[in-house]
C-alpha cells in the first residue's frame, strides 16, 4: 500500500486517547490496589497469626521492607519498559532490594543453623500455602497485564518478567503474614524459589501476553 | 534526524493535538514523519528495496500509532518516536536475519517428479495473455479478491480492510472467481 493512503487511513482510524500517567504513579496506584486485594486476603482468613509475634523481630521487618521494595521497584521498572525512550538503567532498580531481601532471608538461614544445627536447615515440602499464593497472584497479575498492555511492547519478555516479580514480591509479603513462620531456608527454597519460577513464566510467555498490537482495520 | 527545535515543538505540538483525536493534526504530523523515519532506515538498511523500506516505514507509523498514549506532552517527542523506530528496526533485522539462514540460494530448482504436472514452473505459467483477459471478464468484487489475495499476496484480514467488505464475502469471491478462472482457461485449452 502506498505510504499516503496508508497514512491517510491511520488518521481516519484515530481515536483520542489519554496520555499515559508516569511510570511510578503507576506503579504505586498498582501497588496500592494490589496490597489492598492481599490485605482483605489475609484478613478475611484471619490469616495473621504470628503478625504480633513477629512485629519486634527487626530482621523480619527488614526482610519485609526488602520484599516491599522489591515489589515497588519491579512495578516502576515494568512501567517505565513500556515508555519508549525510557532510560534502560531503570531495569536495574529492583537489583538492589531484590538483593537485600536474598541478603536477609540467607542471614536467616545462617541464624538457623547457629541455633539449631542442621535442624534448622531442614527442608520439607509444605504445599499448603500455594493455594493461598496463587490467589493472592491472581488479582494483581491480571491488574498488571492490563496497565503494562497500554504500553508498547518494547521489550515484552522483560516487562513481563518485572512485572511477574512484582507479583511475586507482593503475594510472598501476604503469605509471610499468612501461615506459621518458616525457617529461613522453607523460605529461600519455597518462596524465593517460587519468585524465580514465576519470573521465568512471565519472561516466556512475554511476547505472547504483551505482544504487538496494531489497528487491524488499517492494513 | 537533526531537526531545530521550533520543529521538534511543531512535532511535539502536533502530537498532543492527535492524542486528543485531531484527525488532521496526525495526518500533518504522519506526513512530517514518514521521510525523516524512511531516511532513518534508509541509513540503518540502505541494502533494501524501496518497496521494503516502504514497508518498514509504515510499520514503526504503525507502532506509534498503537503506543500514541505512551507519548507523555511533556517531554521531547523525537526521542520518543526514535526508540519506537530502533525497536522496530531491530525487530526488521532480526527478521531479515532469520529469514536469510533458513534460504538456500538455488539457481536451478531441482525437478521433483517427471510428471509434467507436477514441474509447471519448467514449462511456465500457461497463457498469460488468456489469462488476463479470464480476469478482466470476472465481475468487479472476484477479480478484486483475487488480484488482491492471489497476487498481491494480502491476507484476508488486509484484503477485507482494503475493500471494506467482511472475510466471509471475500473468500466466497476468491473461490467462486478462481473457479471461474479454471473454466476460461480450461476452454482455451
Not at chain 1, 509444605?126 to 496463587?134: F, M, N
Not at chain 2, 519506537?84 to 525487530?91: C, F, H, L
Amino acid at each position: 500500500m502506498d505510504t499516503a493512503e496508508f497514512i491517510k487511513r491511520l488518521a481516519a482510524d484515530l481515536q483520542p486517547v489519554r496520555p499515559l500517567r508516569p511510570p511510578w504513579a503507576r506503579a504505586l496506584l498498582w501497588l496500592g490496589l494490589a496490597l489492598l486485594y492481599v490485605a482483605a486476603i489475609v484478613w478475611r482468613k484471619s490469616m495473621i497469626n504470628e503478625a504480633s509475634q513477629v512485629a519486634g523481630n527487626a530482621r523480619f521487618l527488614a526482610e519485609q521492607a526488602a520484599t516491599l521494595a522489591t515489589a515497588m521497584t519491579a512495578a516502576i521498572a515494568a512501567f517505565c519498559s513500556i515508555i519508549p525512550g525510557f532510560d534502560r538503567r531503570v531495569l536495574l532498580l529492583p537489583v538492589v532490594p531484590l538483593g537485600l531481601w536474598l541478603a536477609s532471608v540467607g542471614l536467616g538461614c545462617v541464624q538457623d543453623w547457629l541455633q539449631r544445627g542442621a535442624d534448622g536447615l531442614t527442608l520439607r515440602a509444605d504445599w499448603d500455602c500455594l493455594p493461598s499464593a496463587i490467589v493472592m497472584g491472581i488479582v494483581p497479575s491480571v491488574m498488571l497485564v492490563i496497565m503494562l498492555r497500554k504500553g508498547a511492547p518494547l521489550l515484552p519478555r522483560v516487562s513481563l518478567a518485572l512485572g511477574a516479580l512484582a507479583v511475586a514480591s507482593v503475594a510472598n509479603l501476604g503469605l509471610q503474614l499468612a501461615h506459621a513462620r518458616d525457617a529461613s531456608i522453607m523460605v529461600l527454597v519455597w518462596h524465593l524459589g517460587a519468585v524465580a519460577v514465576w519470573v521465568a513464566i512471565g519472561g516466556w510467555l512475554g511476547a505472547f501476553v504483551l505482544g504487538r498490537r496494531h489497528a487491524s482495520s488499517v492494513r | 534526524m537533526g531537526r531545530t527545535i521550533g520543529q521538534e515543538q511543531n512535532l511535539a505540538a502536533l502530537m498532543r493535538a492527535a492524542q486528543g483525536g485531531d484527525r488532521e493534526a496526525y495526518a500533518a504530523l504522519l506526513s512530517t514523519l514518514a521521510p525523516l523515519v524512511g531516511q532513518a532506515v534508509r541509513q540503518r538498511f540502505g541494502f533494501l528495496q524501496p518497496q521494503d523500506i516502504d514497508d518498514l516505514v509504515q510499520d514503526i507509523l504503525l507502532s506509534l500509532h498503537a503506543s500514541r498514549a505512551t507519548y507523555d506532552p511533556a517531554r521531547p517527542f523525537l526521542p520518543w518516536l526514535m526508540a519506537i523506530a530502533r525497536n522496530r528496526m531491530a525487530d526488521s533485522a532480526r527478521r531479515y536475519v532469520r529469514r536469510a539462514a533458513h534460504e538456500v540460494p538455488s539457481e536451478h530448482p531441482p525437478e521433483t517428479f517427471p510428471a509434467e504436472d507436477a514441474n509447471v514452473s519448467a514449462s511456465g505459467y500457461g497463457d498469460v495473455e488468456a489469462l488476463a483477459r479470464a480476469m478482466t471478464q470476472l465481475p468487479r468484487g472476484q477479480r478484486q479478491a483475487i488480484e488482491m489475495m492471489k497476487l498481491r499476496e494480502m491476507s484476508l484480514k488486509e484484503a477485507a480492510a482494503a475493500t471494506g467488505t467482511s472475510v466471509g464475502a471475500l473468500k466466497v469471491s476468491v473461490h467462486r472467481g478462481m473457479q471461474a478462472l479454471r473454466k476460461a482457461m480450461s476452454t482455451t485449452d
